[in-house]
């Protein structure tokens, strides 16, 4: 199994709809859950940031983490095109390595 | 602000050739440094990862190398290429040991 687990997609959503993505981990020691946005061709760019469970809600985006299913989520509200992009989920227990682990990324596409 | 600049963007070599990726920090001391390797359609693996000049800690054995010569230089190789190296490099790097930080990436092709 591995440590986490991410659904690639591939999805497609009509623009302004709220799109849900998720995760799903093994590990109980990890406390910390990001999402990385990459669009094609690109280095991956930090989304959102959170420190063990709870919702940050950041302009149209909103993580939730949820320690006792071992579950995080992104939502994104009123989609737009320019929310195309593959979505990867990574997470950390805090290391002095730093050592991060991804979910493998779901690809979405918004259309117009 | 922090900025990392990988170099170059895109490289097409030939199986067998050498290899130097470059990777450099800016605005950040002691930072962690990383590099993975995107293949298409696939997760992202951790190659090496460096805490400080000099030290290297290794992921996965295969023909790579990387190596740390400045404090903010992350420098991967490779003596003789081949064709399952093909895939998008990034760089990465981390001061709160928390999260991470990617640059541009450089797309390696290997003919």
């Known amino acids: 199994q591995k440590e986490v687990e991410q659904d690639p997609g591939p999805l497609s959503v009509p623009e302004g709809a709220i799109v849900s993505l998720n995760c799903t981990y093994s590990?109980?020691?990890?406390?910390?859950f990001m999402w990385y946005r990459q669009y094609s061709r690109k280095g991956p760019e930090l989304l959102m940031y959170?420190?063990?469970?709870g919702n940050k809600e950041d302009g149209r985006f909103t993580a939730q983490v949820d320690k006792s299913s071992k579950y995080i989520s992104l939502f994104i509200r009123d989609s737009q095109p320019s929310d195309s992009a593959t979505y990867l989920c990574a997470m950390s227990a805090g290391s002095t390595l730093g050592r991060l682990y991804f979910g493998r990324g779901t690809q979405l596409t918004v259309w117009p | 602000s922090q900025t990392i600049h990988q170099w170059p963007a895109t490289l097409v070599q030939p199986v067998g050739s050498p290899l130097s990726l470059e990777c450099t920090v800016e605005g950040t001391s002691n930072p962690n440094l990383y590099w993975y390797r995107q293949a298409a359609g696939r997760g992202l693996q951790l190659l090496f990862y460096?805490?400080?000049?000099?030290?290297i800690s290794s992921e996965v054995p295969q023909n790579l190398s990387a190596s740390r010569p400045q404090d903010r230089q992350f420098i991967l190789s490779s003596k003789k290429l081949l064709l399952s190296d093909s895939g998008f490099y990034l760089c990465?790097?981390?001061?709160?040991?928390?999260?991470?930080?990617f640059g541009p990436g450089t797309r390696l092709l290997v003919l």
């Open positions: 990465a790097w981390s001061v709160n040991r928390e999260t991470q930080y």
């Open positions: 959170t420190y063990s469970s």
């Open positions: 590990n109980s020691a990890f406390q910390y």
């Open positions: 460096s805490v400080g000049i000099g030290q």
